[in-house]
């Protein structure tokens, strides 16, 4: 019951998170947090009653179940695969977060470096005013994930039988990360993207 509750409060937050988001005018907003308020209700309702207090359905059918079935098949699934790697990979997260880490302390500076290279570079011009110090926060705290990602498409590889592209796939897939997140800065905090 206090796990359903806890599911009701943050699908809740969620709901009004992304309704009262500056992007949703206000009225188009409260009638979509309405109905979904009430589709929550209705759902949450029918699966404490029916499932839980009059046993007219098997457990395995609620939204309960469902979730924590989905959480350990997943967790289960992902331990089998790094476990073969699984000391490279944490170091790989250990980096990502010290980077991150000290990106956030420095408020950024490592992505505002990052970006007036590239401005100076003749990309992303379109990035300026109250916009370069969110985008600069955004590329220091999301491109150390290119380590991961990176360790984990090598060793996806070598499981697969292709060794002798692995380490081409390690610094190919860390080169592809990082050029979608400089793209995606210029999409989310420029106005119009000059690629």
């Not at 796990?3 to 500056?22: E, G, P, R, V, W």
């Not at 699984?86 to 956030?104: D, G, N, T, Y």
Request: hydrophobic share 50%.
């Amino acid at each position: 019951m206090i796990i359903l509750l806890a599911n009701c409060f943050f699908i809740l937050y969620s709901i009004m998170f992304f309704t009262d988001h500056k992007f949703i005018p206000k009225e188009t907003g409260g009638r979509i947090r309405n109905a979904l308020l009430l589709c929550l209700a209705l759902y949450v309702s029918y699966n404490v009653l029916f499932i839980y207090i009059l046993k007219k359905e098997n457990e395995q059918s609620g939204i309960i179940y469902k979730i924590a079935s989905g959480i350990k098949y997943v967790s289960i699934n992902s331990y089998t695969f790094i476990e073969p790697f699984q000391k490279e990979f944490i170091i790989s997260l250990v980096i990502a977060a010290a980077i991150m880490m000290v990106s956030f302390i420095l408020l950024g500076m490592p992505g505002g470096l990052i970006i007036g290279l590239l401005q100076k570079m003749g990309i992303g011009n379109n990035i300026q005013g109250d916009n370069v110090w969110p985008a600069a926060l955004y590329v220091s705290l999301i491109w150390p994930l290119c380590f991961p990602i990176a360790v984990l498409t090598k060793n996806h590889l070598i499981q697969q039988g292709h060794i002798d592209y692995a380490l081409l796939s390690l610094y190919l897939s860390g080169f592809l990360w990082v050029t979608v997140v400089i793209s995606s800065t210029f999409l989310l905090f420029g106005n119009s993207p000059r690629f």
